[in-house]
């Protein structure tokens, strides 16, 4: 089993920047594949970002590209969501998850329990 919990939502106006951040514990974080996901009201869960065991690849909705970086700090055991130049369609509750897979094919095996993202205009 792998704990997730998010942390770093919030209200924030259009153009602003938040950073999330994931804490995993459990089994061993470097281990797996961590992915960021976001749920908007009456919309289904879609994938935002994932980044690969070691850090060396990632992969983005292109929706979010260029403006979202994701990264993680295996010493750590954190994944985060670096969003700048947020806009209201970024409102969202994000979601992390932890599971397998390659680069634009993740597979979610556990988790967190979501952190509210609401981007005003």
């Known amino acids: 089993q792998v704990q997730l919990v998010e942390s770093g939502g919030g209200l924030v106006q259009t153009g602003g920047s938040l950073r999330l951040s994931c804490a995993a514990s459990?089994?061993?974080?470097?281990?797996?594949?961590m992915g960021w996901f976001r749920q908007a009201p009456g919309k289904e869960r879609e994938f935002v970002a994932s980044i690969m065991r070691s850090g060396s690849s990632t992969y983005y909705a292109d929706s979010v590209k260029g403006r979202f970086t994701i990264s993680r700090d295996n010493a750590k055991n954190t994944v985060y969501l670096q969003m700048n130049s947020l806009i209201p369609e970024d409102t969202a509750v994000y979601y992390c998850?932890?599971?397998?897979?390659?680069?634009?094919?993740?597979?979610?095996?556990?988790w967190g329990q979501g952190t509210q993202v609401t981007v005003s205009s």
């Open positions: 998850a932890a599971g397998s897979g390659v680069p634009g094919r993740f597979r979610a095996d556990y």
């Open positions: 459990g089994r061993t974080f470097s281990n797996y594949v």
